[in-house]
């Protein structure tokens, strides 16, 4: 079947199976392999994505589910301010090694800090158990999401 | 893995919902959140011919006050109850469990609907149904009833709907002003489903005695009990420590019954002495958690 996708503000159309999974989709037929895969299972929090806005497993969704949604990834055009002060805010914190979890927790913290603009450090605890890293010991993510979000407050203060 | 194929049904309203698994039965799974479904899809533990996604189905997206209380649409999303200023007003302590659930990108999904019917031992949602006695709304082509979830929920992951049936919402009966309810969660690692819930909810007569006592207890593989009829003969007698100390005892004796004394079980009866000492602290209003938690 043929499906009609908006990814990052883009209609794609895409000849799917109903049990495509839209992790799958998004790397094999879209190219956009910014959306890593790790178990699977909802587990790690690597394929995260934003559906309509808020964060989601990629791997939990099928890609048909998605018509009518608009999909988000790490590629997505026009990045958002939370993006950006997190991008900038890993750099300096060194809050990557491998690389594989950060772009799951990228995307939910892009989602996270917008919502939650006053957020302390264990409500971003809290949610970043939702990602798992097996390199930082998450002190430097912890740090660079912190930095962040104090970025934002600050540019929001002016 | 990857699932095996299927046929998908993405539907708009609860009447169509209720024709088509009246038409399909059993081949077909409804598909909410998908936070569970979809994992047992790609492990293949299970292999439906149908799939029907019920997420746009909006009438079953509510959460209302009423007067007899909480009505809550089956396809409300955990990270919505753990947000709802309603909810926070009628349940707090439903609000709060909420919050426990998964992590935040599995509450952005996941729903309430869909947790009850899994009925998952170790799950929030269907422990703060057995604890408020919560009464499901179930539509089927025969017409619409309501049913305990105590008396639906008669194993793990058995709740037992009949053929074709589907859950509309979830009432959370009107608490009475003198009512309190705590719940302690004991994760082992974060986002992972708790080795352990214990939940209390206290109602005091007008002499700050006990009027009424409902424990919950999800610990193991076991349907978690409610623990009611064994406090019977604590009536009036005000929760002070000693009283406390009783029912913890009665509650600890009564799971090891349950879950086995291996190494395993007596280390979860060990963290639900101290839990449970927490929790009824706070139902019998020691601690300021008590009121609002």
Known sequence: ?158 | MKPAPFSYHRLQTVAELVGLKARLGDAAVILAGGQSLVPMLTLRLSRPEHVIDVNDIVEMDHILPEQDGLRIGALVRHQHVAESAVVATHLPLLRRMAGGIGNYAVRQRGTIGGSLVLADPAAHMPLAALLFDARLVLRSARGVRTAAYRDLYRSPLNCALDAGEVVVSVCFPRQPEAMRAVAEMFHVTAGSFPALICAVRLVADAQGGLAGLTIVVAAGAVRPPVMEGMFDDLRGVRPDAALRGEVARRVVAHMGGLIGQDAAGRYLLSVLEGRMAVCLAGAAGDTKEGAGA
Do not use: K
Not at chain 1, 41 to 59: E, F, N, P, Y
């Open chain 1, 1 to 158: 079947m043929i499906i009609s996708l908006t990814v990052n503000g883009e209609v794609r159309d895409v000849a799917v199976e109903p049990h495509y999974l839209l992790s799958d989709v998004l790397r094999d037929r879209l190219d956009l392999t910014a959306t890593h895969v790790g178990c699977e299972q909802g587990i790690c929090g690597a394929c995260t994505v934003l559906v309509d806005g808020q964060s989601a497993r990629a791997c939990l969704l099928f890609a048909v589910q998605m018509e009518g949604h608009a999909v988000t990834t790490l590629e997505g055009g026009a990045p958002s301010a939370e993006l950006r002060a997190l991008r900038a805010a890993f750099h300096t914190h060194h809050a990557q090694q491998c690389g594989f979890c950060t772009p799951g927790i990228l995307m939910t913290f892009a989602a996270y800090l917008r919502d939650h603009p006053d957020c302390d450090e264990a409500g971003v605890r809290a949610v970043l158990g939702g990602n798992l890293c097996r390199c930082t010991g998450y002190g430097p993510i912890v740090r660079a999401i912190m930095a962040a979000s104090a970025a934002l407050r600050e540019v929001a203060d002016v």
